[in-house]
């Protein structure tokens, strides 16, 4: 991807849970999340994510592509994947969805934070 893709993208974090979902929303280059809310884990918590979503992109003129990563946990976010993958509402943003392992994010942050301390000890 290039950099002009990057910063034309809204990354969306969601946080899968067993009753709710915790969303985050980002650019490229802000420090601090634009939003965060919860959604429900069902039907109506899905089509109010969509909609939030699809109310926040056109909100700024220079976010064009939406990137969605979803933690895999066991089958609560399979749902939503399918969902927001193929919903009508969000297929004008270039909506790609991705699910993501958490132990592989586990340890990726871990890596960091190894390199962090070996770079204040020097």
Do not use: W
């Not at 974090?13 to 939003?35: A, C, M, N, W």
């Not at 969902?83 to 942050?109: E, G, Q, W």
């Amino acid at each position: 991807m290039k950099k002009a893709d990057l910063l034309s993208t809204l990354f969306v974090g969601v946080d899968i849970g067993s009753r709710s979902h915790v969303v985050v929303l980002l650019d490229f280059e802000s420090q601090k999340p634009l939003q965060r809310f919860k959604v429900a884990n069902n039907q109506p918590g899905a089509v109010e994510l969509a909609q939030r979503l699809a109310i926040a992109l056109p909100s700024r003129s220079d976010l064009s592509r939406l990137i969605i990563a979803l933690e895999s946990t066991s089958f609560y976010g399979i749902h939503i994947a399918n969902y927001l993958s193929s919903c009508d509402v969000l297929a004008p943003f270039h909506t790609f969805v991705y699910c993501l392992n958490p132990k592989v994010i586990r340890n990726y942050k871990k890596s960091f934070i190894d390199l962090i301390i070996e770079c204040l000890l020097k």
